[in-house]
């Protein structure tokens, strides 16, 4: 019996889920690496869709707290689409359960959740961006982003650097990094850990003819020498994801080049910021703190 769980975190599994002929599957590369670690699988898949194997089961733990209601029926649709048998296991109300099922069930409205929408920087042109249920700020460019790309583009431009080596980390459908790009040509780094942030940025730098590329990870990457470092981090858990970037920024930069962050309350993040960097400048923007360090 060839069985896939998907929407399942380390935290919900347990051995004897995961004996016989079981693989599971994780959209976030952080997720991937957890499981593999606590549970020593070879088949554990890590993809922006269902992966294309003949399953004989397909199990799928989903719920309103657990993911947004339009990737809850993306991953439905694709997994009813697989033809194999499917069970859900929802965490929530009956009703919202039964309402993800009628619409599902409906197999002739085979619904599209990508998504295109527009951005741009002041003197800038409008870029027409794409995203997929599961990338942030799906369907729409985020407050904090736009500020961090309208500070990182002013202040890139008026340092006349040519064709700086941007990273731009927890890029998301790559909106930060490609503004910038629109308005000083850059070598551009994406990284994110997930694998539709990641699928969608791909696909926005080649309609966008910019230069560069996607990088799928949790933990940065291993390059250096980047002029500048653009990170707008997730902020829970404590600042650990941020702390992730702020590293990353530190040994990929090179000596004199610029990090950037971006953060609602400049309060919260300064002191840790300030561990990884000596000196910490703040730059408001759009009800926004943008927090400049120099390597
Ligand atoms: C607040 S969003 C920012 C997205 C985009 N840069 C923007 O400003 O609209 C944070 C992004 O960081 C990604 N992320 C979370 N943990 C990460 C990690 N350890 N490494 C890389 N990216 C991560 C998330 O998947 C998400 O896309």
Not at 256 to 272: D, F, I, S, W
Request: proline fraction near 4%; charged fraction near 30%.
């Amino acid at each position: 019996m060839k069985t896939l769980l998907v929407g399942y975190k380390v935290s919900d599994l347990t051995n004897k889920m995961l004996e016989g002929e079981v693989a599971v599957h994780t959209l976030d590369i952080y997720h991937y690496h957890s499981i593999k670690k606590i549970f020593k699988r070879d088949r554990v898949i890590c993809s922006p869709h269902i992966p294309d194997e003949p399953w004989d089961l397909i199990k799928f733990r989903t719920g309103p707290k657990l993911m947004s209601g339009e990737l809850a029926l993306d991953l439905l649709q694709e997994i009813a689409n697989t033809g194999a048998k499917w069970e859900l296991d929802y965490v929530g109300r009956e009703r919202d359960r039964n309402e993800l099922l009628d619409k599902v069930r409906d197999r002739k409205r085979q619904r599209v959740f990508r998504a295109e929408w527009e951005a741009s920087l002041p003197g800038g042109p409008k870029l027409k961006l794409c995203s997929y249920p599961g990338c942030f700020c799906h369907r729409r460019g985020d407050e904090g982003g736009l500020a961090l790309a309208e500070v990182v583009g002013r202040e890139l431009k008026a340092s006349g650097i040519e064709r700086p080596k941007l990273l731009d980390m927890g890029c998301g459908s790559g909106m930060v990094g490609l503004l910038v790009n629109s308005v000083v040509k850059c070598d551009l780094t994406l990284i994110d850990s997930h694998t539709r942030a990641i699928e969608a940025a791909q696909e926005n730098m080649k309609n966008l003819g910019a230069e560069g590329k996607t990088v799928l990870s949790d933990n940065g990457t291993d390059e250096t020498g980047f002029d500048v470092f653009a990170g707008n981090p997730p902020y829970y858990s404590d600042y650990r994801i941020a702390e992730v970037f702020l590293d990353t920024a530190r040994r990929c930069l090179k000596k004199g080049g610029a990090c950037y962050t971006v953060v609602k309350n400049a309060e919260n993040l300064r002191p840790v910021q300030e561990r990884y960097f000596p000196q910490v400048e703040t730059i408001n923007r759009r009800g926004y703190a943008i927090l400049k360090s120099y390597a």
